[in-house]
């Protein structure tokens, strides 16, 4: 069918109803409409065009599928269905200019492709024995063809298996599995997330995401931000892991094209199958060290509108942002300000996950690389503020308000360190003023009890003192200070880390990887994971560390880790490492030590 149904008039509002099921025709705004795509116009184009319906022989699911921001009822299915995998190039900008929908476009319009309509449903097994929900959408070139739809009727915590199909034809996307949290009130006994930051698809494999989903010990995948990376590196057919686009990306088909191709990586593409994901956004999903105003590369200024051919840093962020939400499983909380992506998620009596974005919803200027000392001269004015003050009451109403409704904990998924850091023993600055210090996302593992310093007494030993524990979570690929150095001399680094700041329990420089959080009504287990290479695509990784936190202590159990861990520093604890050796025979790592690898194809 599909198509047909645009050849009547009397169905346009039936049609209509049928656009606005695919949420991305909304992105990333149902308040801004200027921002979003007018589905009218889009009914409208479809019913003058009359041209021949696609064959569901040239369409493909290209980038298999998606689900994301579980509610105990709901969850956000993802797919995208395309007769290319090539992004839709068409540029549509916040400008207002919109050269689909206008009288002198009427050549684009008969060249543009007609609709594609999608059927999914969703059941209790991946035989489909019971459809709990299915429903049909509709896609187009105008939202690069994703599509994003809100399944609904399901039970809480429970996990359900989706597909799409092109509409009434076998041409199946792959099947895809979900979860949907816990309902509010429920007594949770365990629910179990995988912590990812700074996935940097040209400076290496994501081993990480694909050895979390394989061993499948968690509910969710949580994202801390840098999903993507912008700048452009590398040779398309020569470097297995060059960008798409090459260069640094700036227009929206810049910014589809490039989360297009980490969407490939065969890794990202299974975790994203098999896992509801909870991500947020860090800087470089728009450009590197980004502020309100404008980021480290890109002045908010005449000179660098003309510099880089009429993007202005405004309209790089909307290209950014709308691609964003058109291939991420997310929702569009409220968007009340434009740009929100702050938002909570209340799993049951065991925790809230409060997810926020320090980067790019309201924040004052950062480092930039050319205004350091104007930065020091800044640090401590009470004006500067890394939410912005909608964000931060948001932030402390849900603060509260788990508190009141009795939920054992509070966790925060925020992108820079927050724990004060004197990062003397490896960087030439002491602190980072990128961070919470004077307030990054930092690429190396550190966990710590959260004290408030010169405030309030805290005892090294006991934790006695500390309010909170901050787990801190290594790249998923990016660089950390361990780059370029031997395991021992990373963790040498890691020791003076270690010996400057009090708080600091443990620090780990070397391995990439991902930490696993198994949260319970009578403790928190943080696991610690280290990739031993992200040059190749391998599925080996080495326990790290291992953290408890009691509920109501606030701070690390103590003998911290068990006193040993296998990598990196730790406050008044042994460090063991692992032997590894890479037989490059079978391609296969042996090991000894006490830290059994685990082997997760
Ligand atoms: C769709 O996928 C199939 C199988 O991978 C491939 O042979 C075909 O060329 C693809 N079609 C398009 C239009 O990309
Ligand atoms: C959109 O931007 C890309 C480069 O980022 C360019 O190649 C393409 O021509 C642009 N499309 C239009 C319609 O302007
Ligand atoms: C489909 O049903 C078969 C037979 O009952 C079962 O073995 C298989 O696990 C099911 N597949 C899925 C994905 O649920
Ligand atoms: C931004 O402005 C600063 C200060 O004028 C200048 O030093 C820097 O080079 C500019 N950046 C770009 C990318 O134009
Ligand atoms: C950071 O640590 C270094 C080395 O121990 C020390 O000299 C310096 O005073 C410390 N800086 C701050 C701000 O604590
Ligand atoms: C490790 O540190 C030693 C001593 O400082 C140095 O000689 C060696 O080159 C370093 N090796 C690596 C791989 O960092
Ligand atoms: C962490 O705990 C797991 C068991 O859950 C164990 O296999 C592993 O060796 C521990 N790792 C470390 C570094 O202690
Ligand atoms: C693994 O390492 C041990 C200890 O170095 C060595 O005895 C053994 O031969 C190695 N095994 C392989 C398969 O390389
Ligand atoms: C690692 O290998 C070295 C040299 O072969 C050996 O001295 C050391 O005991 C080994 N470490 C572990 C943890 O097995």
């Given amino acids: ?77 993802w797919t995208r269905i395309a ?28 060249a543009s492709p007609n609709p594609i309509c999608v ?24 939202i690069d063809f994703t599509v994003k739809i809100e399944t609904k009727n399901l039970a809480p915590f429970k996990t359900y298996y989706y597909q799409f199909n092109v509409c009434g034809s076998s041409n199946k996307s792959p099947l895809g599995r979900t979860k949907t949290s816990p309902d509010h009130d429920d007594a949770v006994s365990k629910v179990g997330l995988a912590v990812f930051s700074c996935s940097n698809y040209p400076n290496g494999y994501f081993n990480a995401y694909g050895n979390a989903a394989r061993k499948d010990e968690v509910d969710f995948f ?24 090459e260069k640094e990306i700036f227009s929206l088909y810049d910014y589809r094209t490039r989360i297009g191709q980490y969407r490939t990586d065969l890794d990202l593409r299974l975790a994203h199958q098999n896992f509801a994901w909870i991500p947020t956004w860090d800087d470089h999903e728009v450009a590197n060290n980004g502020y309100r105003d404008g980021f480290s590369g890109m002045n908010n200024t005449e000179d660098s ?21 058109e291939w991420m499983p997310i929702r569009q909380v409220d968007m009340d300000d434009n740009l929100r992506i ?29 205004n350091d000392d104007y930065i020091e001269e800044l640090k401590d004015d009470a004006g500067r503020s890394l939410m912005g003050s909608p964000q931060e009451n948001w932030f402390y109403r849900q603060l509260s308000e788990s508190n009141a409704r009795g939920a054992t904990w509070r966790i925060v998924g925020n992108q820079i360190i927050f724990s004060r850091m004197n990062n003397s023993a490896v960087y030439s600055n002491p602190l980072n003023a990128d961070q919470w210090d004077v307030t990054g996302d930092s690429h190396a593992n550190w966990v710590s009890d959260l004290v408030w310093l010169d405030e309030t007494p805290y005892d090294q030993v006991t934790g006695a003192g500390a309010i909170g524990v901050e787990f801190a979570g290594t790249a998923v690929s990016s660089s ?35 930490y696993e959080l198994h949260i319970s009504p009578d403790e928190l287990n943080a696991r610690y994971y280290g990739s031993p290479s992200v040059a190749t695509r391998n599925p080996f990784e080495v326990s790290l560390a291992n953290f408890t936190v009691k509920a109501g202590a606030n701070h690390l159990q103590r003998n911290v880790a068990n006193g040993r861990v296998e990598s990196g520093a ?20 042996n090991v000894t030590g006490f830290n059994q690898m685990f082997i997760a194809y």
Avoid at 305 to 325: E, L, Q, W
Avoid at 572 to 588: H, K
């Fill in 222 to 245: 949580v994202h801390l931000g840098d999903y993507i990376y912008e700048a452009g590196k590398g040779k398309l057919g020569k470097d297995p892991r060059a960008t798409n686009p």
């Fill in 119 to 142: 059927e999914y449903r969703v059941g209790t097994d991946g035989n489909f024995s019971s459809v709990v929900d299915k429903g049909t959408a509709y896609t187009t070139s105008d």
């Fill in 342 to 370: 702050w938002r909570n998620f209340k799993m049951g009596k065991l925790f809230d996950l409060i997810m926020l974005d320090t980067r790019n919803y309201d924040r004052s200027i950062t480092t930039l690389n050319w």
């Fill in 570 to 589: 730790l406050q008044r604890g042994q460090t063991v490492p692992t032997n590894l050796t890479l037989n490059t025979q079978t391609g296969t790592w």
């Fill in 83 to 110: 007769p290319s995998l090539v992004s839709d190039g068409s540029n549509v900008t916040v400008t207002g200019n919109v050269p689909f929908y206008s009288h002198e476009t009427e050549k684009y319009i008969k």
């Fill in 1 to 77: 069918m599909g198509s047909f149904l645009f050849a009547a008039l009397s169905l346009a509002s039936l049609v209509s109803a049928s656009f606005d099921g695919n949420l991305n025709y909304h992105s990333p705004s149902r308040r801004h409409e200027g921002l979003g795509i007018d589905v009218p116009k889009v009914v409208q184009r479809s019913l003058v065009k009359r041209s021949a319906p696609w064959d569901p022989a040239q369409l493909n699911f290209t980038h298999g599928v998606a689900s994301g921001d579980p509610y105990p009822h709901s969850v956000i299915l």
């Fill in 305 to 325: 509108f003309r510099k880089f051919g009429g993007i202005s840093v405004d309209s790089r962020k909307m290209n950014a942002v709308r691609a964003y939400f």
């Fill in 480 to 514: 950390g200070y361990g780059a370029g150095r031997s395991i021992a001399n990373s963790s040498d680094k890691s020791a003076g880390l270690v010996r400057d700041n009090r708080e600091l329990q443990w620090a780990e420089g070397y391995y990439r990887g991902y």
